[in-house]
């Protein structure tokens, strides 16, 4: 019988050393910077790529709002467009005409000039073509400034439109909806069919592949501790067994939490906790909420 208890105090003895020399530094869970994405417009969904556990690249599609209707009022607005372009009067051909009748008036005055020198033509003749010339002149400048006022109003009605148009293209590309980060489908929060409005949660994405250990540790360890410090981060394996990986403290917090009150004893200081993150590459073993602990 003694030899028993002997036995066992030996075991408790070992454990208890054993046990000591795998104490962890701190402890906590594993999280991953989780994204809702939502909708930026309103309408039926017309197709959805979402399964959850699937993984989705940046950029890559997983919803369509449907864009009917949105469609139909850009063709309704570019059709308001065409009809003003058609309006728009085209001030090149009437000031040839123009033009012409004024470079024929030229020639017939230099030639009337060269006959009066010769007293072949009066001076009558010359003043009259000059005179035609003032006309046609004049003609050229008041078709220019009727015309340009005419085509400024209808170009004014063209730039409302044309706004309206690059906002009616703007919402149809956000009927397009794409993932923001390379992830996994964590949630799913609509289905084919169904009606989204803006600000409707379609989905949560988070990137695994980098996570982050969230510990705490006691006032009497920052010391210890500081950021880009590499540390081991371990996790359950089995029931008995860890399995580790290497992390880096990327952020420790300023200020304690579970505070005690303001006038504390030297042994309450210890409940002084800060809140510690480690990231980890994920190799694939981690799971978002997993216990994990570190050693300085």
Same mark, same amino acid.
């Given at each position: 019988?003694?030899?028993?208890?002997?036995?066992?105090? !030996?075991?408790?003895? $070992?454990?208890?050393c *054993?046990?000591k020399?795998?104490?962890?530094?701190?402890?906590?869970?594993?999280? *991953?910077?989780? %994204? %809702?994405? *939502?909708?930026?417009?309103?309408?039926?969904?017309?197709?959805?790529?979402?399964?959850?556990?699937?993984?989705?690249? /940046?950029?890559?599609?997983?919803?369509?709002?449907?864009?009917?209707?949105?469609? $139909?009022?850009?063709? /309704?607005?570019?059709?308001?467009?065409?009809?003003?372009?058609? #309006?728009?009067?085209?001030?090149? +051909?009437?000031?040839?005409?123009?033009?012409?009748r004024?470079?024929?008036?030229?020639?017939?005055?230099?030639?009337?000039?060269?006959?009066?020198? @010769?007293?072949a033509?009066?001076?009558?003749?010359?003043?009259?073509?000059?005179?035609?010339?003032?006309?046609?002149?004049?003609?050229?400048?008041?078709?220019?400034?009727?015309?340009?006022?005419?085509n400024?109003?209808? $170009?004014?009605?063209?730039? +409302?439109?044309?706004?309206?148009?690059?906002?009616i293209?703007?919402?149809? #590309?956000?009927?397009?909806?794409?993932?923001?980060?390379?992830?996994?489908?964590?949630?799913?929060?609509?289905?084919?069919?169904?009606?989204?409005v803006?600000?409707? +949660?379609?989905?949560?994405?988070?990137? $695994?592949?980098?996570?982050?250990?969230?510990?705490? %540790?006691?006032?009497?360890?920052?010391?210890?501790?500081? !950021?880009?410090?590499?540390?081991?981060?371990?996790?359950?394996?089995?029931?008995?067994?860890?399995?580790? =990986?290497?992390?880096? =403290?990327?952020?420790? *917090?300023?200020?304690a @939490?579970?505070?005690?009150?303001?006038?504390?004893?030297?042994?309450?200081?210890?409940?002084?906790?800060?809140?510690?993150?480690?990231?980890?590459?994920?190799?694939?073993? !981690?799971?978002?909420?997993?216990?994990?602990?570190?050693?300085?």
């Amino acid at each position: 019988m003694k030899k028993m208890i002997l036995m066992a105090l !030996i075991s408790v003895l $070992l454990f208890s050393c *054993s046990s000591k020399d795998d104490v962890s530094d701190a402890y906590g869970n594993f999280e *991953s910077d989780e %994204i %809702i994405v *939502s909708s930026e417009a309103m309408g039926v969904v017309s197709e959805i790529n979402l399964e959850e556990g699937k993984s989705v690249k /940046q950029n890559e599609l997983i919803a369509i709002i449907d864009t009917v209707q949105l469609s $139909l009022k850009r063709e /309704q607005l570019l059709a308001s467009m065409n009809a003003i372009n058609s #309006k728009v009067q085209k001030i090149s +051909p009437q000031l040839d005409v123009l033009e012409k009748r004024k470079a024929n008036l030229i020639r017939e005055k230099n030639r009337f000039e060269k006959l009066l020198k @010769e007293n072949a033509a009066t001076q009558k003749q010359v003043d009259d073509i000059s005179g035609e010339m003032d006309v046609v002149e004049k003609q050229i400048e008041a078709t220019l400034s009727s015309m340009t006022t005419q085509n400024s109003g209808l $170009l004014s009605e063209r730039e +409302p439109l044309k706004i309206q148009i690059q906002q009616i293209e703007d919402q149809i #590309k956000k009927c397009s909806i794409k993932s923001p980060i390379n992830g996994i489908i964590l949630s799913k929060f609509v289905n084919k069919g169904e009606f989204a409005v803006v600000g409707k +949660p379609i989905t949560k994405i988070a990137d $695994l592949n980098n996570m982050t250990l969230r510990v705490y %540790i006691s006032g009497s360890q920052l010391a210890n501790v500081k !950021i880009g410090q590499k540390v081991k981060v371990l996790f359950d394996k089995n029931e008995k067994e860890n399995q580790n =990986i290497e992390g880096e =403290i990327s952020w420790i *917090s300023e200020k304690a @939490e579970f505070t005690p009150k303001i006038i504390q004893t030297k042994e309450e200081r210890v409940n002084l906790v800060y809140a510690v993150k480690v990231s980890v590459k994920n190799d694939g073993r !981690i799971k978002i909420g997993m216990p994990g602990e570190i050693t300085f």
